[in-house]
T-cell receptor, first 116, second 113 residues
Framework: NAGVTQTPKFQVLKTGQSMTLQCAQDMNHEYMSWYRQDPGMGLRLIHYSVGAGITDQGEVPNGYNVSRSTTEDFPLRLLSAAPSQTSVYFC???????????????FGPGTRLTVL | AQSVTQPDIHITVSEGASLELRCNYSYGATPYLFWYVQSPGQGLQLLLK??????LVQGIKGFEAEFKRSQSSFNLRKPSVHWSDAAEYFC???????????FGRGTSLIVHP
């Protein structure tokens, strides 16, 4: 299994440009989520999905869109990039709640985004 | 809303010394609790997790954590730190509903030789 993959690893954008960060998992996980990591802020949840066709907002959703057309893929779209979106972005997936046990989240390697 | 507090931004220990990283959460019910570690430039790796049962949880790399309901805490411990333990450590909490974890701001561990 490749686990959780993210592309690209690095990206530089100009203010106002749009782009899509790709995330894919081959573990047939239902739950997928996007976090951003900024120094001193930990990981903050942007959007998440509990299954194909179902998405919801996290703590910091503004400026980002997601969709979940398949179980495997969960792309994150930046509509009009701003310098405040300079960050490291992590995608994660898991089985979610299994009986009384919550499955571990598996993280991708991250995408480092710089917006000039 | 659920929240997670890691009071220590940085902790410095000498190699071989014991370690305790603090984590507190704010919610009435018992949440699902996790500790993750992130080495520089890397993704996150799960150290251990707690759902129910024995309040002392053993994890990988010699780490353990103790859930204390009365203190709403889930502190991470290691009896003897190795230089390779230098990393960022994150506590995370998940509750009913989405079950998507909320992360603390992290504690950076520095290990002196």
């Amino acid at each position: 299994n490749a686990g959780v993959t993210q592309t690209p690893k690095f990206q530089v954008l100009k203010t106002g440009q749009s782009m899509t960060l790709q995330c894919a998992q081959d573990m047939n996980h239902e739950y997928m989520s996007w976090y951003r990591q900024d120094p001193g802020m930990g990981l903050r949840l942007i959007h998440y999905s509990v299954g194909a066709g179902i998405t919801d907002q996290g703590e910091v959703p503004n400026g980002y869109n997601v969709s979940r057309s398949t179980t495997e893929d969960f792309p994150l779209r930046l509509l009009s990039a701003a310098p405040s979106q300079t960050s490291v972005y992590f995608c994660a997936s898991s089985w979610g709640l299994q009986g009384k046990s919550l499955d571990t989240q598996y993280f991708g390697p991250g995408t480092r985004l710089t917006v000039l | 809303a659920q929240s997670v507090t890691q009071p220590d931004i940085h902790i410095t220990v000498s190699e071989g010394a014991s370690l305790e990283l603090r984590c507190n959460y704010s919610y009435g019910a018992t949440p699902y609790l996790f500790w993750y570690v992130q080495s520089p430039g890397q993704g996150l790796q799960l150290l251990l997790k707690y759902f129910s049962g024995d309040t002392l949880v053993q994890g990988i790399k010699g780490f353990e954590a103790e859930f204390k309901r009365s203190q709403s805490s889930f502190n991470l411990r290691k009896p003897s730190v190795h230089w390779s333990d230098a990393a960022e450590y994150f506590c995370a909490v998940a509750l009913g509903g989405s079950y998507i974890p909320t992360f603390g701001r992290g504690t950076s561990l520095i290990v002196h030789p």
